[in-house]
């Protein structure tokens, strides 16, 4: 924990994407993965175009659930965004997935593939035993219908939170964390663990075949780190890519109402120190300031967001 008193993440509260079209999205996530409506509310007004740095944002959020995690799809119904390039890959900067856990990789791999999917991954994975971390673990990584990274992901007896282990009579049972491509390990883990407050769960290198056949990416060698809150659940993979190397940075012109946009929605405990200590640090800010919500539709009472050191969209909120 950072020594600045009592700064820290409690928890991910949620993951939030930008997609094209909430209705054609909340079908897909339903459908093809499981997902369940938590809420579905249309916000404007100056607050939120404070908090998203977007002038007269207009903005459809349909919250959905899967297990204990929250996925939020949030539509620009005035704006129009850029599209995710469509030749991204893997060690992109910009590249973020969500790891969806399943009881079945088998079923589950048949599921998706019948439903209009892009795949990363030449088929589902699994890492090989002598990976200490990560060994017997299976992977399938494809993109959604805007572009948007997913991977389902099965754990054996002895890996993964217990919570993965128990009530395995579903098919897709929940969110084990969201995976960011970074470009240096050490400089995320100052951001993350130093002054947020997160904790490095596990370490690993993973490469040979079998990951390059799950990212499509020749010869691929990634550093993972893995981070969890204080609470616990919903974590952060730092994907550090040493082979082939650094993809292209997030270009600085992209906003919240693009499509390659995810933002995480981290819960702190004190949003006022916290944003204090991100300043003093240099950190880039996205929000004019910290926003306090009057009215009921917000699910959090303050919110700001900020740029990790690669640019991926953070939002500390306050309940």
């Known amino acids: 924990m950072p020594s600045q008193t009592n700064v820290g993440v409690q928890k991910i509260r949620a993951i939030g994407l930008t997609v094209t079209s909430c209705d054609r999205s909340l079908n897909f996530y ?109 992977a399938f990584k494809f993109k959604d219908l805007d572009g948007h990274d997913l991977e389902l992901i099965w754990f054996p007896a002895e890996k993964g939170q217990d919570k993965w282990h128990q009530n395995r009579d579903r098919l897709f049972l929940g969110i084990d964390h969201s995976a960011i491509a970074i470009s240096n390990t ?34 691929a060698k990634v550093r993972i780190t893995a981070l969890r809150p204080a609470q616990g659940g919903l974590g952060i993979e730092l994907l550090d890519y040493l082979v082939p190397g650094k993809g292209r940075p997030i270009p600085s012109d992209w906003k919240s109402c693009d499509i390659a946009r995810v933002q995480i929605e981290l819960v702190v405990n004190d949003i006022e120190q916290t944003v204090e200590i991100l300043r003093q640090n240099g950190v880039q800010f996205v929000s004019s300031r910290i926003v306090q919500f009057a009215d009921n539709t917000s699910p959090y009472q303050k919110g700001c967001i900020v740029k990790d050191p690669d640019g991926h969209a953070i939002l500390l909120i306050a309940k």
Do not use: C
């Not at 951001?191 to 079998?210: A, H």
């Open 30 to 138: 339903k459908e093809a993965l499981g997902f369940e409506l938590f809420s579905d509310i249309t916000v404007e007004g100056q607050d939120y175009s404070d908090l998203e740095g977007i002038t007269e944002a207009k903005i459809r959020i349909v919250t959905l659930q899967l297990g204990d995690e929250l996925i939020e799809l949030m539509e620009y119904i005035n704006i129009k965004g850029k599209p995710i390039p469509k030749d991204s890959q893997s060690n992109d900067l910009w590249f973020q997935h969500l790891a969806i856990v399943v009881s079945d990789m088998d079923r589950a791999y048949a599921q998706v593939r019948s439903f209009p999917i892009e795949p990363i991954s030449v088929a589902p994975q699994t890492i090989l035993s002598d990976n200490e971390t990560s060994g017997g673990v299976g």
């Open 186 to 219: 050490e400089q995320s883990l100052h951001f993350y663990r130093d002054l947020l407050g997160m904790q490095v769960d596990s370490r690993s290198l993973n490469w040979r075949p079998t990951q390059t056949r799950l990212d499509d990416l020749p010869g």
